[in-house]
């Protein structure tokens, strides 16, 4: 965890500490303008929901955070540093992560070795090393560690079982606790996770919620791009709205019900 310090960022009004600040960000392809001077703060130990229409510009938003596109113009802060232009395992290594879809090559893979692939966090003090202490030896090899981790991390997602299991064979909400957990490996403050819920069942749906909210509640934070509102509304304190590229509304799941803009210009009166 980062310690506050006000000479480093800029938190909100009440002073709290917000690991990922976004400012100004644009992304021109050609002559389409994806994101549009997007400005906005993700506060530590919050879920936060990105959600708009498609085409809204959510995925390039997270494109442009995790260092996937470089953006035409704005900047992107973690921890207080600008990341901006960073390499994607940098910008991971720093603390910042991604869930990504299991690629087809990784569907002939089992989940242990999945997991063995994923990025290797530095293994020390990290979030993770808090919830899960490790009894330390007098000898300590990395690999030994990494795969303790391993094993901690799918025990912590009640996947353990599916260790052996190809990837390719596991139900679209199994691979989305796999996703969860290899970006977890890389030990990070702050989790992006791109749609997490889609094309997963009730049972595991509600698994996946507990998951988040308990590594939330040990000081994780997220920031989450989801197409069903209802699951960002109800479970996130704070959302943020993006249409045709700029950000509409951002505000707590009552403001943007509220939110006269929203729901004429995105939701259709539907909310
Ligand atoms: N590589 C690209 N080249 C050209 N245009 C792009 C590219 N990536 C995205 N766009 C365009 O940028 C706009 C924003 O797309 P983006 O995928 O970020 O939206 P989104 O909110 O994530 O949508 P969805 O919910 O459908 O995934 C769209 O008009 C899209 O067609």
């Not at 919830?131 to 901690?152: D, F, H, N």
Request: aromatic letters at 6%.
């Amino acid at each position: 965890m980062v310690e506050d310090d006000p000479e480093t960022h800029a938190g909100d009004e009440a002073g709290r500490y917000a690991p990922l600040e976004v400012e100004g960000l644009r992304k021109e392809f050609g002559g389409i303008t994806a994101v549009d001077d997007v400005t906005f703060d993700v506060e530590e130990g919050t879920l936060t929901g990105l959600i708009g229409p498609n085409g809204a510009g959510k995925s390039t938003t997270f494109n442009l955070i995790t260092g996937m596109l470089d953006p035409t113009d704005g900047t992107v802060r973690f921890n207080g540093e600008e990341i901006t232009g960073l390499q994607p395992h940098e910008i991971a290594n720093r603390g910042l992560a991604r869930t990504f879809q299991i690629a087809r090559e990784l569907e002939e893979m089992t989940v242990l070795e999945n997991m063995m692939l994923a990025p290797k966090g530095q293994v020390g003090e990290s979030l993770w090393r808090s919830i899960m202490p490790l009894t330390r030896g007098s000898v300590r090899e990395q690999e030994t560690e990494q795969l303790k981790r391993v094993w901690e991390v799918l025990d912590f997602f009640e996947i353990d079982h599916l260790a052996q299991e190809y990837a390719g064979n596991l139900s679209g909400g199994q691979r989305k606790l796999l996703e969860m957990a290899r970006a977890l490996l890389t030990d990070p403050d702050v989790l992006l996770l791109d749609e997490p819920f889609a094309g997963v069942n009730p049972t595991l749906e509600k698994r996946l919620l507990e998951h988040i909210h308990e590594l939330r509640e040990r000081g994780y934070t997220f920031l989450i791009v989801e197409h069903d509102m209802d699951l960002i509304m109800n479970n996130c304190e704070r959302v943020i709205v993006m249409h045709q590229g700029r950000i509409l509304k951002d505000g707590t799941p009552a403001e943007i019900k509220e939110s006269e803009e929203v729901i004429e210009a995105y939701l259709g009166g539907e909310v």
